[in-house]
């Protein structure tokens, strides 16, 4: 067996700026639209859900952007994360490819998530912002949300999808020890939630439904706002902390990674992981970029690349994305971070230029890649990382196949600590 290899950075060596991918894409992606009109929207228009410096961050082509000193001192409780071989999974499957893994489960509220979360509530409450509404799937963004408002003194209220509202109640518990307020959606409170219950009390949600019913709270409240977990350009900018870090810790070990994986639901710790290698690619590099998404929410894989709505009653601008309709209800799986039916729109577009691939995987093949992987790695990874363990399984075996010597990278995106129902 190879030398069981963590790689560890000293706090000296914290990533002090955020990278923007957009200042080096060689094409501009096409701007959001005002649902209403059908317009480039506007800062102002903007201004109804964000604050003003999230506004700033989603329109900017400044190629880094300083984390705040404010923010890189909550970072400092987890950051940098260590890069780890996967030294027993690799044994177990025979194969000549290196796998590597970067461990973002070592947050406060165990996922990749508190990346973000920290950075939106610092500067919502630099703003004057005094709550904070959001949505949460499995309860991963709810958590880090609660828990970054309590660190920068905002109230947070979290429409958690039903389905995973009862399925994951410690994220429910989670969220609530942080001082957070979780409603179920559909709820009974917003306009948007009774629609759906009128049709079916028994409704089991959807992120784009409890998106509308955040939105619909917000622009109802003159002094709350919106914080979006993934999708959005400014979510994938405070993620690529997990890439550059990434970067350094393969330096350190004089790695270069022939392909790097991340499961996918809206975008954010795949794009976070990938997007400072693109300038790679694009400078004739060969590394491939892969996204991993369920079967039954084949997003990107049997998505359409068109405008859509982000949530189900059409309150967010119209984006440019891989979508399956606004309207779609994906199956009741248990990676609940991983139902939603859009994308973000800088994925989209790299996958529309052909510069990162994307799978689906059954339910059972990656659930069977997750109990390899605690078995083998001792780390139960959430039902969504699994999807990019069943990825980095089926290229370890083709490398086998091949006898191909390949580097594999992956973000294994958070613990599975709080989804152990799920394995049942």
Known sequence: MEERIRVTLPSGEMIKNWYNVKADLPFKLDPPLNPKTGKIITPKELSAIF????????????????????????????????????????????????????????????SHKTNTALAQAYYNARDSVEQLVTETGAGQWGSALT??????????????????????????????????????????ETESGLRFLKDDLKHPGSLGIAISEAIETVLKSGKSKYALGSVLDHVLLHQTVIGLELKKQLKLINETPTVIIGCHGGGSNFGGTILPFVLEKLSGQEIRFLACEPESCPTLTEGEYRYDYGDS????????????????????????????????????????????????FPQEETFQAARLFSKVEGIIPAP????????????????????????????????????LSAYS
């Open 384 to 419: 969504e990382t699994a999807h990019a363990i069943a990825g980095v399984i089926r290229e370890a075996l083709k490398a086998k196949t091949m006898k191909k010597e390949e580097v594999i990278v992956f973000t294994l995106s958070g613990h599975g600590l709080l989804d």
């Open 147 to 188: 828990y970054a408002g309590v660190k920068f003194g905002l109230k947070v209220r979290v429409f958690m999808v039903r389905v995973s509202y009862n399925q994951k109640p410690m994220r429910k518990h989670m969220m609530k020890l942080f001082g957070g307020d979780v409603l179920e959606s559909p709820s009974d």
């Open 51 to 110: 604050c003003p410096s999230i506004i700033e961050q989603e329109a900017t082509d400044e190629r880094y952007i300083k984390i705040p000193e404010e923010v890189l001192r909550e970072y400092a409780v987890f950051r940098p994360t260590p890069l780890i071989r996967a030294s027993f999974l690799e044994e177990y499957l025979g194969t000549p490819a290196k796998i590597y893994y970067k461990y973002e489960g070592a947050s406060p509220t165990g």
């Open 313 to 360: 009653s059409g309150f967010t601008p119209l984006l440019k994305m891989y979508t399956l309709g606004k309207d779609f209800v994906p199956p009741k799986i248990h990676a609940g971070g991983l139902r939603y039916h859009g994308s973000a729109p800088i994925i989209a577009k790299l996958l529309e230029e052909k510069l990162i691939e994307a799978e689906n």
